[in-house]
C-alpha cells in the first residue's frame, strides 16, 4: 500500500513476547489503513526480534537498538522518525480492542481545535480508588494550560498509561522530548510538561487494552523506592509554580500531598517493614525531609494515622482545591 500515513503508531519494544503478537495484529487488523507503525527492538533477549523479522507489512518499519536505551529514550527515538502530523504510543503489552480504534482517533483530531496537544483517552473505567474516581467526575474534556498543574497536582498522572495517548507529533520534538534520567516518571514528568503549554483533551472512549499481568513495569518497579525520588523532583517544580501564582492554596496543597503523595506510600513502606524490608521507609523518609511539598517527618507520621493509612481524607482536600480552579 502507498498510503500516505495519517497517524503513526509508537511502539518501544523490550522482551515483549508473548504478548507483542496481539499488539501487532491489532493494528494490522484496522478499517482505517492509511498508517504507518514504527517499532523499535531495545536489545531484547527474547523471541521478540524473531517475530519482527517476520512481519511483511510495509507500513511497519522495524528498527533494532545495539544498545538499551531504556523506554523514554526508546520512545524519543522513535519519535525522531514519525512521519505523520498525529501519533498513538501502543506499548508492546498492549492492543487496540476495535477495528475502528484508529479510526477514533483520525476523528477526534480532525474534529478537535488546534491548540489541544494530546488526548488521554480510556478515561471510563471505575476503580476502587475514590480519588481516582472523583478524577474522572471533574477533570473536563479539555483541560487547558491554565489549569493543568493543579490538577497533575491532585490527581497525578492524569494520562495513566502509556498506550492511553493520542498526540500531534510535533509536540515531542517542542518540547525537548521525553527525560530519559526520569526511568520510572518521565511520562509523568512529560504529560505535565506538555499540558502546560497544549490543552490536554480527556475522552471516555475505549480504544486500547492496558493488559496487567506479572511482568508488566509497573508492578515490579519502585520496590525499594525508586520511583519516589523522581517523583519528588516532578511535584516540586509543580508546587512551586502553583504557590507563586496562588500563595493561599499552600496549606491545602501540602495537606493534600502529606496524605496523598506520602502517606499511600508511607503504607507501603509500613508492610515492607512488617517483612522485615527496611529500603523503602529508609528512601521514603529521606524523600520526604527534602520535599517543599509535604509538611515534616512527625506531622506526616500523625496525618498518617489520623487518616487511617491515607485512607481518608484525599477527596474531600481535593474537592477544596477543585473550588479554587473557578
Known sequence: MNLI????????VWNGMPFLRECVESVLSQS?????????????????RIYLD??????????????NRGIFGNLNWLFERASAPISHILCQDDYFISPSSITTIIQYFEKAPYDIGFVRFNHSTPERCKLRNYQMKVVPKVVPPNKSEL??????????????VSLRTNIVNNLG???NDLPYAGDCEFWSRAASKYAMGVEETMITHVRRHPGVASIHLNRKGELLRQNMF???????????????LDLLLKLHASIN???LQRYVAFRYLLKGKMNYMSE??????????????????????????????????AQKLIKSLG
Open 284 to 317: 521514603l523518609n529521606r524523600v520526604a525531609k527534602e520535599a517543599s511539598y509535604l509538611h515534616s517527618l512527625p506531622i506526616l507520621w500523625i496525618l498518617f494515622t489520623l487518616t487511617a493509612g491515607a485512607r481518608l481524607g484525599r477527596v474531600f482536600i
Open 261 to 263: 503523595y506520602d502517606g
Open 177 to 179: 522530548k521525553f527525560r
Open 151 to 164: 490538577l497533575f497536582f491532585i490527581f497525578g498522572n492524569i494520562p495513566g498509561n502509556l498506550s492511553n
Open 5 to 12: 500515513p495519517k497517524i503513526s503508531i509508537i511502539t518501544p
Open 234 to 248: 516532578i511535584m516540586n517544580q509543580i508546587y512551586k509554580n502553583l504557590t507563586l501564582k496562588n500563595p493561599s
Open 32 to 48: 482505517f489503513q492509511a498508517w504507518e507503525m514504527l517499532i523499535s527492538d531495545d536489545g531484547s533477549t527474547d523471541e521478540s
Open 54 to 67: 517476520s512481519l511483511t507489512d510495509s507500513r511497519i518499519k522495524i528498527y533494532k537498538q545495539e544498545q
